[in-house]
């Protein structure tokens, strides 16, 4: 086992925890890749990923709750992206709560809009767990089947490990950049 496969081994669930608390997809999917060939356990993996994810959430919906307009005023990305959620809110709570983690560039804003408009925090609690887990399951699942699926069609690719994450990497550093470079706080959006 090479150097960085046997410190991710080591530290692994640290970043799977840390990637889904922060929303980052493309970490919990190279983790489940990782389950794949051994280096991290599937089950902990899964388990580690949906605490992340669930901690991430509940700490955006006690933002809203406790600072509520504040923190919109606070974080104009996040404002911009509480327009979208807002009209969802009135008559769709719990299908919020439910699947805004499964929709892009609303996750954060979502739970703490539902702080905002005093959203039942145990009614929250309790179906972000639940989404918590069925996003965790999926997403690890599915880079643990991508691996799978390319050992397959591929044979052993350990040779290639190295430059596959560096590839990851790289894109992933790309998507964010060209987010940052295309989010509404980047421009001035009044008049």
């Not at 509480?82 to 299908?95: C, E, I, K």
């Not at 994450?165 to 894109?171: E, I, N, S």
């Not at 940052?180 to 980047?186: F, H, Y």
């Amino acid at each position: 086992m090479s150097v960085w496969l046997a410190w991710l081994s080591q530290y692994g669930l640290l970043l799977v925890f840390a990637g889904a608390l922060i929303e980052g997809e493309m970490l919990i999917l190279m983790a489940g890749i990782l389950t794949h060939q051994g280096v991290l356990p599937f089950q902990p993996t899964i388990l580690v990923a949906t605490l992340g994810a669930f901690c991430g959430d509940q700490l955006w919906f006690m933002v809203g709750r406790h600072y509520g307009e504040t923190a919109l005023h606070r974080f104009p990305r996040l404002a911009s992206h509480a327009d979208r959620v807002a009209p969802w809110l009135t008559r769709h709570a719990d299908r919020v709560a439910l699947l805004a983690r499964f929709m892009y560039g609303v996750r954060s804003a979502a739970p703490l809009l539902l702080g905002v408009t005093r959203y039942s925090a145990v009614r929250f609690a309790l179906i972000n767990g639940f989404s918590s887990a069925i996003w965790a399951l999926a997403v690890v699942s599915t880079g643990h089947f991508i691996s799978a699926l390319a050992v397959k069609l591929f044979g052993d690719i350990e040779h290639l490990e190295k430059y596959l994450l560096l590839a990851v990497v790289l894109g992933m550093s790309v998507v964010g950049l060209a987010r940052r470079l295309r989010s509404p706080s980047t421009k001035n959006t009044r008049g």
